[in-house]
């Protein structure tokens, strides 16, 4: 069967993820129902391809999507042993999950086929290779894929500063390096400057002082805690950390500004 869909092809590229944990151990059936928007006649081994690139690309398992089948007992595991997975209803369409998945295939397509397709015809294909978007290109191994910045904010808006210190850390631990988030000083600086600007200037602060642990060496930390100082009336503050920021920053011409602006010369 030749593949031409581009969900097919993503397919194929992630053939070779593998499987996560017990995933493998799975009962998955040669023939299957409900398909609507996967191809009628989709191979099994096409189709397990195409789950791979959900589980690998979201860092999910089957039952993320698919619904446990209602009456079926699942084996009992062994004091100390991992839960056994659950029996899954394949075509059903019980879960939130599953639906969402597939509007989500319909938009790739739609990114692959149309948008990208038509960059490939305007670009020099030789010096640019055609791109094509799969799930890893945004969720990069997380169910929801959103910046760093905008999950902190939301654990500051929902739950306070402290709460989102201690879920930046327990995130930095879990996926530093994976490409998940971005834990370069920027989402740290962005969120600061969002809360600052949300009239939050203790909650900056308090992220800026995250930053600063984080960042030793930086001289955008001392400087955007300066601004925020400057607009609370704190000039003595304000001073002390632009003086920091043009230490570690020499060449920070704002910084000098602001500074010379204070001191009167």
């Given at each position: ?129 055609h791109v094509q978007v799969q799930c890893v290109t945004c969720h990069h191994g997380v169910p929801l894929p959103q910046t760093l910045t905008a999950v902190l904010a939301r654990d500051v808006a929902q739950k306070g500063v402290p709460a989102a210190i201690e ?99």
């Amino acid at each position: 069967m030749r593949l031409t869909s581009p969900r097919l092809a993503l397919a194929l590229l992630l053939a070779l993820v593998p499987l996560h944990g017990a995933q493998a151990q799975l009962a998955v059936p040669d023939t299957f129902t409900n398909l609507k928007v996967l191809p009628k006649h989709i191979t099994k081994e096409q189709l397990l391809a195409t789950m791979r690139g959900f589980t690998g690309g979201l860092g999910v398992r089957c039952d993320y999507c698919h619904a446990e089948k209602k009456g079926a007992a699942g084996a009992v595991a062994a004091p100390g042993a991992p839960a056994p997975r659950p029996h899954l209803d394949f075509p059903s369409d019980a879960k939130k999950e599953k639906r969402i998945a597939r509007a989500m295939l319909k938009m790739v397509e739609g990114v692959n086929g149309k948008y990208l397709a038509k960059v490939a015809e305007l670009s020099d294909t030789a010096a640019i290779p055609h791109v094509q978007v799969q799930c890893v290109t945004c969720h990069h191994g997380v169910p929801l894929p959103q910046t760093l910045t905008a999950v902190l904010a939301r654990d500051v808006a929902q739950k306070g500063v402290p709460a989102a210190i201690e879920h930046y850390q327990k995130l930095k631990t879990e996926y530093y390096g994976s490409g998940a988030y971005d834990f370069r000083e920027g989402s740290l600086d962005d969120l600061a400057l969002r809360l600052s600007g949300a009239g939050k200037p203790d909650d900056a602060l308090a992220i800026l002082t995250l930053a600063g642990q984080e960042f030793p060496q930086s001289g955008a930390v001392p400087f955007l805690r300066g601004e925020i100082l400057l607009k609370q009336g704190d000039r003595a503050g304000a001073i002390a950390a632009y003086q920091r920021a043009l230490e570690l920053q020499p060449r920070n011409e704002m910084a000098r500004r602001r500074l010379a602006e204070l001191q009167g010369q």
